[in-house]
T-cell receptor, first 112, second 111 residues
Framework: QKEVEQNSGPLSVPEGAIASLNCTYS??????FFWYRQYSGKSPELIMS????GDKEDGRFTAQLNKASQYVSLLIRDSQPSDSATYLC????????????FGSGTRLSIRP | DAGVTQSPTHLIKTRGQQVTLRCSPK?????VSWYQQALGQGPQFIFQ???????QRGNFPDRFSGHQFPNYSSELNVNALLLGDSALYLC??????????FGPGTRLTVT
C-alpha cells in the first residue's frame, strides 16, 4: 500500500455543488495532514491543515480527519470554476516528521 | 512579506551536465525542503535542510546534493544529469518543519 493514496480523477462537479475529495493513508503516516491546491503549470498552494480527529472549517473549505478509518477528506462548498485544479493530500511519516509524503493528486473540474 | 523564491524559472541542460537550483525561504522560515514533481504525479521528497545540515533524505541517488546557507537560503545540485531528471523542482520552506509553503518551482528539461 502506498503511504498516501488519492483517486486521480478527474472529478467533475457542477458549479455551486459540493466537491468531495478523499485521501487514505497507511500506518506509516503520522496523523496530521495538509491539503494543497495546484493549478496547471503552477506550484502547490497550501489551503488547509488538520491535526486532530474531526472537522476543520475555513471559508468554503472543510477538512475532515478520521483516524480510525485512516482517511482524510476535503469538502469544497459552493464550487466555483476557479476551484478547478489538482488537489494534493500530504502527511509526514511516523518515522520522520521531516519527510512529507504526497498523494498523486485528484483532478477536480467544476463545470458551469 | 516575500514568499518563497526560486531561480531560475526554466532551465535546459544536456545529459551528463550538472545543474544548480536556488531557493530563498519565506521570511521567518528556517527549514527548506526540496521536491521533484514529474508530470501527473505528486511531489517526491528529495531532502530537507535545517541549521545548514541535511536532516532527512528521500529515495534519491547521491547525484542529488544540497546545501543550506547561514541566511537559510538553499541550493540543490544535480550531477550527471539523466533524461529522467526532467521535472519541476520545488522548494518549500517552513518554520521548524511545520506547514510547508512552496516556491514557484524550476522547470528542468534534460535533452
Amino acid at each position: 500500500q502506498k503511504e498516501v493514496e488519492q483517486n486521480s480523477g478527474p472529478l467533475s462537479v457542477p458549479e455551486g455543488a459540493i466537491a468531495s475529495l478523499n485521501c487514505t493513508y497507511s500506518d506509516r503516516v503520522s496523523q496530521s495532514f495538509f491539503w494543497y491546491r495546484q493549478y496547471s503549470g503552477k506550484s502547490p498552494e497550501l489551503i488547509m491543515s488538520i491535526y486532530s480527529n474531526g472537522d476543520k472549517e475555513d471559508g468554503r473549505f472543510t477538512a475532515q480527519l478520521n483516524k480510525a478509518s485512516q482517511y482524510v477528506s476535503l469538502l469544497i462548498r459552493d464550487s466555483q470554476p476557479s476551484d478547478s485544479a489538482t488537489y494534493l493530500c500530504a502527511g509526514p511519516l511516523n518515522s520522520s516528521a521531516s519527510k512529507i509524503i504526497f498523494g498523486s493528486g485528484t483532478r477536480l473540474s467544476i463545470r458551469p | 512579506d516575500a514568499g518563497v523564491t526560486q531561480s531560475p524559472t526554466h532551465l535546459i541542460k544536456t545529459r551528463g551536465q550538472q545543474v544548480t537550483l536556488r531557493c530563498s525561504p519565506k521570511s521567518g522560515h528556517d527549514t527548506v525542503s526540496w521536491y521533484q514533481q514529474a508530470l501527473g504525479q505528486g511531489p517526491q521528497f528529495i531532502f530537507q535542510y535545517y541549521e545548514e545540515e541535511e536532516r532527512q533524505r528521500g529515495n534519491f541517488p547521491d547525484r542529488f546534493s544540497g546545501h543550506q546557507f547561514p541566511n537559510y537560503s538553499s541550493e540543490l545540485n544535480v550531477n550527471a544529469l539523466l533524461l529522467g531528471d526532467s521535472a519541476l523542482y520545488l522548494c518549500a520552506s517552513s518554520l521548524a518543519g511545520a506547514e510547508q509553503y512552496f516556491g514557484p518551482g524550476t522547470r528542468l528539461t534534460v535533452t
